[in-house]
């Protein structure tokens, strides 16, 4: 007897169908997974067969082989346990083989039988839309499908609910998506962080038109402090791209219970982070933080602690937004289009530039440990945010707080919407060079201040777009249609040597 089952296999957010068939031959007792498995699912054998014997359901002493079809496509996960499951029982005729037509399966398996949680169900379900079929998924993960709009979702606790399903014993009702998302609301404020007017004006221009930020100071002056309250400022996730966001979670297990992610994402590696854990890959090429920061941050604090082959990996996503792990037998493209938010000190030491606490090897330290950052990474900067050590009778003296978050995400908001009117649908940030230099249309003065700006920075081709477009957000936050003198001004204030 042949039975056929339907799940897919992942290759970095790329879904693939597979095809899961089941034959049962008299022979010699043998139960064989063939099809470019992985240990993951090479071991579904041992927990199908306790599951089976667990649920009283008797495990033939036949010749069972099962082939995970197209064979050239790497199958890995657990998530195979349960299509493999459903098809042997439709192979022993527990319930008609056709059923399982209209599904695409996905769970992996208990030895009592129960349905636990795996990663990836919502690209599955996206995937389920697409080839007209429904899902059956683990209990835990139905919100997940619903929100993809998908209708026919088998939300299953256990094996045996299933079966009881497919024999007409019992209904397995559908999820019902969650339609209000609590609105989410931070423990921080801007409005904690006194004096720095530089540093905050920097993040808000950064937060406007998506640009990316290395923050300089003295220990103590509120960088790692700033980054923090960095996410109140930022505007919502759009529907399509809390879509995206929310696949990639999907893909690492760490979507919120409600199914869908709707903040963008914060992410702060430690420096002792390792290349794949940054940047994705690893033996199972999982995505790495640069595309759990999506559409988000990823702040890195003391960035020259970075080891350097690390910090240089992100060079290519910062370009193209995405990366590719290339293995010998798959490849994995993951999305990254993330918002760099860095911190350092100016040396070893952080005291450069004072000239009572400086160590001895000042300046020479500081050309050392600012050295640790190659110019091609410091390239993809845009806004340089020098600050400098806060004075702390401020903070004990000062009687008004500084602005608060709500207030300077109001004037980012309404930047946003100037971006909106005219018909741009990306950040400034993604600006295409040519369209940037189009509506450019410099006059005398401005013309002048570019002249001087590639004189005093020795601007590359990169920097020189990257000045333009921190005008772009500057004048956007000013409501102006072009740039003009002023804006490239405080831009060219943003673009110090390090
Ligand atoms: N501008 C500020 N306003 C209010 N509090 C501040 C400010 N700067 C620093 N602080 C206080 O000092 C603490 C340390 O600041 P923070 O960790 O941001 O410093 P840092 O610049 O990141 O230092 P380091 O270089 O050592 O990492 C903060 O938690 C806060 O309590
Ligand atoms: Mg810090």
Redesign the pocket.
Known sequence: MLAKSYTVSFQGIDVHPVTVEVVINNGLPNFNIVGLADKAVGESRERIRACFHNLGVAFPAKRITVNLSPADVPKEGAHFDLPIALCILAALKVFDTVQLEEYIALGELSLDGTINQCVGILPASLHALESEKGIICPYQSGNEAAWTGISNIIPAKNLLDLINHFKGDQIISPPVAPTNIAAHTFSVDMK?????VMARRGLEIAAAGGHNVLMS??????????AQRFPTLLPPLWPEEALEVSIIHSLSGLLPDSGLVTQRAYRDPHHSISMPALVGGGAKAKPGEISLAHHGVLFL??LPEFPRYTLEALRQPLETGEVLIARASNHARFPAKFQLIA?M?PCRC?YLGEVERECSKAPLCGKDYQGKLSGPLLDRFDLFIQ?QK?DPKD?VLATDDGEDSATIRARIMSAIDFQHERGQRYKNADFKSAELLAQLEPDEALSELLQKAFDRFSLSARGFYRLLKVARTIADLAHHEKINKEHLLEAMQFRMVV
């Open positions: 904690e962080v006194r004096g720095q100071g003295p220990p103590g002056a509120g960088k790692s402090m700033l604090d003391e911190a000190n952080g600050m806060i903070l």
